[in-house]
């Protein structure tokens, strides 16, 4: 079984920055990522980072939003700059590690708080 363990959530205004971090209980992982979910709104893909190194991130996001990684602490980093009111939401981190052709399994932290004042 896989954990995760997210930290960094806070209140700031809009402009300032924050950093989220994701402590995965393992080493082993394909990709993992970050997701958001503002009240009354779809869960969104944020950011994500692959085993190799590769990011992509959501257009909202990009050039403020940096995710990183430590491969010796097995955590994942997501910097948050200029901040803005519409990125208040709840993150989640992910892990997904790809079992088989068929089934890739997925592992979610247990959420932790952005928001953002104007």
Do not use: H
């Not at 700031?12 to 393992?26: D, F, H, I, N, Y």
């Not at 491969?71 to 939401?89: R, W």
């Amino acid at each position: 079984q896989v954990q995760l363990v997210e930290s960094g959530g806070g209140l700031v205004q809009a402009g300032e920055s924050l950093r989220l971090s994701c402590a995965a209980s393992t080493s082993i992982f394909d990709a993992m990522g970050w997701y958001r979910q503002a009240p009354g709104k779809q869960r969104e893909l944020v950011a994500t980072i692959t085993n190799g190194g590769t990011t992509d991130y959501t257009v909202s996001v990009k050039g403020r939003f940096t995710i990183s990684r430590d491969n010796v602490k097995n955590t994942v980093y997501l910097q948050m700059n200029s901040l803005k009111p519409e990125d208040t939401a709840v993150y989640y981190c992910n892990l997904r590690s790809v079992r088989s052709a068929y089934f890739t399994k997925e592992y979610w932290g247990q959420g932790t708080q952005v928001t953002v004042s104007s």
